[in-house]
């Protein structure tokens, strides 16, 4: 439990020099005489539940309101964007608080002078459905609508470059597994290569600001023009949403290669009942549903919709749709209206071949990068055989008994394909179930 503790004069002029404000101090004038707004998003008050039932954890460090989005405004500066976050309530300083592991206080891990929330913004920049990324960060449980598909990710953490790393490790650990699935073996030059285009990828789609200034109920953070491409932009779509952080990410979350909990990014999970490790469901609610807390959108009832729309079992995840300051083209949601059938089925079986180069896309890479590795589209000319027992994967998705790696259950799923003893579509879902749990 992380629990507060009594503020001094000397830990209150530590956390401010380690969150910036007095580093910055001398250039804030600078940026006033300049200041330009260039949007601002509101969101309403009071609708920090996420779908409608989530409780904060039973901490005394996190409150109702805490986590309450109430508006996002950009505004324009030298060589960048200054984004300005404004809560409910006055955001919390690491300062005064330790954490689970000693009496150290908090701001040693968390340095920018906040520690409870995570704000994501995915941002789709050239307004073209389906052209960028629907998956997010891992572990937040919702996918940003295609039409508001995003080109450029800025992740607001309280520990930005171990987040920045554990992204990176887990998106490289998915693309291993998936290339020793295929050949057997990763060589050194399939490594380098997976190192290559995920530090390359990571570069270019996420961004997780350093400067940030806590003041209040608002936090601001820099976001330079080199990574959006100029100034944020009133026309593009903005996808928000809100998290509770766990600066402490627990061992298990890092363990490789194989892990027995659900991947995340410093977030606290959705727990049955109510506790002290996650934000709890009461009695009456799904412990599955999505663990983000506010979504930037004007309408309350919107956002619990989105984020009640989601499926547990076939493992479809709530989507979003971003805001447009300018309100136009914006993407109105609609519910979930049912699958739509994948196209072709699987052919039978034929010869090994000698394994191709790794040749390892920048999509690719972000798709691991998001935890969601890339399933390539099924031939649409092919003729389906007959349909297979619901049973022939399900030891594949879920074995029993002797933990089988990653590696074999997709080995073995994909034998099932070649023999046509299951469908595209079957081997499809199998392979996704088996390999969100990478």
């Known amino acids: 439990m992380l629990a507060p503790r009594p503020r001094t004069a000397a830990r209150r002029i530590a956390a401010l020099v380690a969150s910036g404000l007095l580093a910055t101090a001398v250039a804030a004038p600078a940026l006033a005489q300049k200041s330009v707004t260039l949007f601002t998003l509101t969101d309403p008050r009071g609708d920090d539940s996420g779908a409608g039932s989530l409780a904060y954890p039973l901490r005394p460090d996190m409150q109702r309101g805490d986590l309450d989005l109430l508006s996002l405004s950009a505004e324009m500066a030298s060589g960048g964007t200054w984004f300005t976050a404004t809560f409910a309530q006055p955001i919390r300083n690491p300062a005064d608080a330790v954490g689970t592991t000693g009496p150290e206080p908090l701001d040693r891990q968390a340095r920018l002078g906040f520690y409870t929330f995570n704000l994501d913004l995915y941002i789709d920049t050239d307004r073209k459905p389906g052209s960028g990324n629907t998956a997010v ?114 061992q298990s979350a890092l363990d490789l290669p194989f892990k027995t909990d659900a991947f995340s990014v410093f977030m606290l999970p959705v727990v049955q009942g109510r506790s002290e490790l996650g934000f709890g469901t009461g009695g009456r609610s799904d412990p599955n549903q999505p663990p983000v807390v506010d979504v930037l959108n004007g309408d309350a009832a919107l956002q619990k919709r989105m984020l009640e729309d989601y499926d547990a079992v076939s493992g479809r995840l709530a989507r979003l749709v971003g805001t447009v300051p300018t309100g136009r083209n914006q993407s109105a949601w609609e519910p979930w209206q049912g699958a739509t059938a994948v196209a072709g089925a699987g052919t039978a079986g034929s010869a090994p071949q ?43 998705v879920s074995p029993p008994g002797e933990r089988k790696t990653v590696a074999q259950r997709l080995r073995e799923l994909s034998e099932l394909r070649q023999q046509n003893v299951i469908t595209e579509e079957e081997y499809q879902d199998a392979r996704r179930r088996i390999l969100s749990g990478v």
């Open 137 to 250: 960060v891992p572990g937040r449980g919702v996918t940003v609508d295609r039409r508001d598909a995003w080109e450029k990710a800025v992740i607001l953490t309280p520990r930005p470059d171990i987040a920045r790393i554990v992204m990176v490790k887990n998106a490289q650990r998915i693309l291993e597994e998936q290339r020793r699935a295929q050949t057997g073996v990763v060589t050194g030059q399939d490594l380098s290569t997976i190192e290559k285009t995920v530090e390359k990828t990571v570069d270019q789609r996420y961004f997780f600001p350093t400067q940030v200034q806590v003041r209040n109920r608002e936090i601001r953070f820099f976001v330079p023009d080199q990574f959006l491409g100029g100034k944020a932009n009133p026309a593009w779509a903005y996808t928000g949403i809100v998290t509770g952080a766990a600066v402490e990410q627990t």
């Open 354 to 396: 000698a394994p191709k180069a790794l040749a390892l896309s920048e999509r690719e890479a972000a798709a691991a990068l998001s935890g969601t590795p890339l399933l390539p589209a099924p031939a649409a000319d092919l003729a389906a055989p007959a349909p297979a027992a619901p049973s022939a994967v399900q030891g594949l």
